[in-house]
């Protein structure tokens, strides 16, 4: 029959080890729930930071599209615009050249009809009976200068006529120097290099769960406290008179 220290004690030791057990089991599904709390943490972060790269590297392609395609607009209104301003140096120089043909065929006009009025008046001093002499002379030379005088008059109407064309045309083509380079500055280059994608997001590594304790060290901590136990109630010798050691 035992006898109530060796139960005692080794209730004792027994409640020890359980709990020591449990304890540790207790201690090592923290540690799991631990571990896996964080892994989920870690995935949740690496399917957001994809998600948020992605979304950024599609809002800098939305921009860059938005970019390259104002360019392209602006390319394309470019030469339309100077297609427009060379037909409109076209009409200039054709409604130039025009009044120019006009004030030249004037002055031409206006020549001949000298020349004819200078023969007219030469001829009605032949006419006339005149005797020939000095007053016939001075009268033939009156025409002639008279001739003289309206033709210089009509060749400076022309050369006025001739360079004021050429100050408009050099106008004109001012004007539509000026209308292509206002054009040509208004050409965007936002797009100029396309943008990068976001660095590539790191996997996270995954922790290993522990592993589960061995019960070794609670069943042996049971013991010692057996073993106390006894000592403790029994005396020191008590395990050597229970076990008939020595």
């Not at 009268?139 to 408009?168: K, M, P, S, W």
């Not at 943008?195 to 061995?214: D, E, G, L, V, Y």
């Amino acid at each position: 029959m035992c006898e109530p220290t060796l139960i005692f004690s080794a209730a004792m030791g027994g409640m020890s080890a359980i709990s020591g057990i449990q304890e540790q089991n207790r201690a090592h599904r923290a540690q799991v729930d631990a571990v896996n709390r964080s892994n989920a943490m870690a995935r949740q972060k690496y399917i957001n930071d994809i998600q948020i790269s992605a979304y950024n590297d599609q809002q800098k392609l939305n921009v860059f599209d938005a970019q390259l395609n104002a360019d392209v607009a602006s390319q394309e209104a470019y030469f339309k615009q100077k297609e427009i301003n060379q037909i409109e140096a076209n009409r200039a120089i054709e409604g130039a050249d025009q009044e120019l043909r006009e004030k030249l065929n004037e002055q031409m006009f206006a020549s001949q009809a000298n020349l004819a009025k200078a023969i007219q008046a030469q001829g009605t001093v032949l006419a006339s009976g005149m005797a020939s002499g000095q007053s016939m002379l001075l009268e033939l030379g009156q025409a002639e200068r008279e001739l003289g005088f309206e033709q210089a008059q009509i060749d400076a109407t022309v050369f006025d006529a001739t360079r004021a064309y050429g100050i408009n045309r050099y106008g004109i083509d001012l004007d539509q120097f000026a209308a292509d380079t206002s054009a040509k500055n208004s050409i965007t280059t936002s797009a100029l290099i396309a943008p990068s994608a976001s660095f590539k997001t790191i996997r996270p590594i995954k922790q290993n769960a522990p592993k589960k304790p061995s019960i070794l060290g609670p069943i042996l901590g049971g013991i010692t406290t057996t073993v106390g136990m006894g000592s403790a109630i029994g005396g020191e010798d008590y395990w050597q008179r229970t076990l008939n050691i020595g």
